[in-house]
Nanobody
Framework: QVQLVESGGGLVQAGGSLRLSCAAS????????MRWYRQAPGKQRELVAA???????NYADSVKGRFTVSNGNAQNTVYLQMNSLKPEDTGVYYC?????????WGQGTQVTVSS
């Protein structure tokens, strides 16, 4: 059973930065794919960024050039560095991964960007 814990959310003014962290536990296997999703009020959850095997990364068009996903120092830890934040980046950010066909989600961390 994999557990994902996100941290680092908060309230920030437009143009500011935040760094989110996601730490996975409960497995000795390396999680090759770790993703960040977000859900804004009244909207569907959307994929923001993904880190896949071979250190490949993918980003939603809306965050390209502003967000960076990277490995953390510990195994199965991933960061999401968010710069030049906009009010439309507001939402709950979730970490996501899968292992042996089972998808896992964290509890989410709130990011609020004020104008």
């Amino acid at each position: 059973q994999v557990q994902l814990v996100e941290s680092g959310g908060g309230l920030v003014q437009a143009g500011g930065s935040l760094r989110l962290s996601c730490a996975a536990s409960g497995t000795r296997f390396t999680l090759n794919v770790m993703r960040w999703y977000r859900q804004a009020p009244g909207k569907q959850r959307e994929l923001v960024a993904a880190k896949t095997s071979g250190d490949n990364t993918n980003y939603a068009d809306s965050v390209k050039g502003r967000f960076t996903v990277s490995n953390g120092n510990a195994q199965n830890t991933v960061y999401l560095q968010m710069n030049s934040l906009k009010p439309e980046d507001t939402g709950v950010y979730y970490c996501n991964t899968f292992l042996f066909g089972t998808v896992y989600w964290g509890q989410g961390t709130q990011v609020t960007v004020s104008s």
